[in-house]
């Protein structure tokens, strides 16, 4: 039989995490988050093209671009698309994924967040009808040089202070200009506004960034992306016309101070195994490479077919939570490669063969998984190795 840990991915979690985010956005009266006019400031909070000012309610809800970067966060892109059927479109970064969602029958926009990486990049642009982010001046140069069949929809990047990709503000009026000559020359449809907001899951909010968005785009037409997981649920009146969630649909938090479950989400993955083996460790006894772990009283311990090579943090120490048939206890040790160790004390009737959660079921969250070990639900969900069977549920 095979190694008996494996992963399942709920299609219903998804779909269910998706459809909670919505209508999160959806109990928000927006607000139009730039001048009076409908230019990209105005339609930060209203509908692209919208003429409404500042303070106007009623605005058209916002789309949603699901992002599934990362073999959807490592939930599998085929699993995300029927999750996220519902989705207005898909995001991600790498473009063989793109052509997969096309291959695979999906028909709505697809947005390619890191724009492209050569000029040969941009004939499957064009040939999957592919959005593309806009973030260089060698994006610029390398629209103007292609050959597309049909117009290509973009979405330009302010770095508004991030500091990652993105146009400076200084620079981004000159190359919405260029967008805008290309439009007139039928290479380019739509050209929309996006930004990325840094601490938006932080006590910094998103005043200082948004405000740069706001001067800077006052006036320009098109529709706009601003807000990620942590923006689209802790900010929604300035949703704009897209909104981009990732972690949120997979039914972990982006924050340190609020929980998945609160916001009404459910975990997508569970990652389970059994117990492969268990020890009697006498006081003073060790557990695992280094002797990390070292008892202080007689207890028994269970062995669980999970390692660091299965995706688990080799960093998670003793205290991370487990569920072993069922009851809460905890890891003890060192993980290796292949195994890591638990405390039966809670357990006394666990043997080879009970169950394990390691997290996303039983009460036990990736992020609280994640946060005994010093990291975030991004990661853990992200690291799940190939040799990792993993099913699709309903």
Not at 29 to 43: C, K, R, S, T
Request: hydrophobic share 45%; aromatic share 6%; glycine share 12%.
């Amino acid at each position: 039989m095979p190694r008996p840990i494996y992963a399942t991915v709920s299609r219903s979690a998804l779909a269910h995490n998706l459809a909670t985010v919505r209508q999160h956005l959806a109990r928000v009266p927006a607000v139009a988050a730039g001048a009076a006019g409908g230019g990209a400031g105005a339609a930060a909070g209203a509908a692209a093209g919208a003429s409404t000012g500042a303070g106007a309610s009623t605005l058209a809800p916002p789309r949603i671009w699901a992002v599934i970067k990362a073999n959807a966060y490592g939930h599998g892109i085929e699993r995300a698309m029927a999750g996220f059927s519902n989705a207005d479109g898909l995001a991600m970064l790498d473009l063989a994924e793109a052509v997969r969602c096309r291959e695979a029958g999906w028909v709505g926009p697809i947005l390619l967040l890191e724009g492209v990486f050569e000029p040969a990049d941009l004939d499957i642009v064009g040939r999957y009808h592919l959005t593309i982010a806009v973030t260089t001046d060698e994006h610029l140069d390398m629209i103007e040089h292609a050959r597309f069949a049909r117009p290509v929809d973009v979405f330009l990047k302010l770095n508004s202070g991030m500091n990652r990709l993105g146009f400076v503000p200084s620079a981004y009026r000159a190359a919405f200009q260029r967008l805008s000559d290309f439009a007139q020359r039928g290479k380019i449809g739509t050209v929309g506004h996006m930004t990325h907001f840094s601490t938006a899951d932080g006590p910094a909010g998103i005043a200082n960034q948004l405000a740069v968005f706001r001067d800077v785009t006052s006036g320009l037409r098109g529709p706009v992306s601003l807000c990620n997981s942590a923006a689209s649920l802790r900010f929604p009146e300035v949703a704009a016309d897209w909104v981009r969630p990732g972690i949120a649909l997979y039914g972990s938090t982006p924050f340190d101070d609020r929980s998945a479950e609160s916001y009404g989400l459910k975990p997508a993955m569970a990652l389970r195994s059994t117990l492969i083996g268990t020890q009697d460790v006498p006081a003073g006894g060790s557990v695992g490479y280094g002797a990390a772990f070292r008892a202080t009283t007689a207890m028994r311990i269970g062995v669980v077919a999970c390692g660091y090579a299965d995706g688990y943090p080799r960093h998670a120490g003793t205290g991370t939570p487990v569920v072993v048939g069922g009851v809460r206890t905890r890891l003890v040790g060192r993980v290796s490669m292949d195994m890591l160790a638990v405390d039966l004390t809670p357990v006394p009737g666990a043997r080879v063969g009970t169950p394990v959660t390691l997290w996303g079921a039983d009460g036990l969250s990736v992020d609280e998984v994640a946060q005994a070990a010093g990291t975030i639900g991004y990661e853990l969900l992200c690291a799940v190795a190939p040799r990792v069977a993993i099913r699709s549920e309903a």
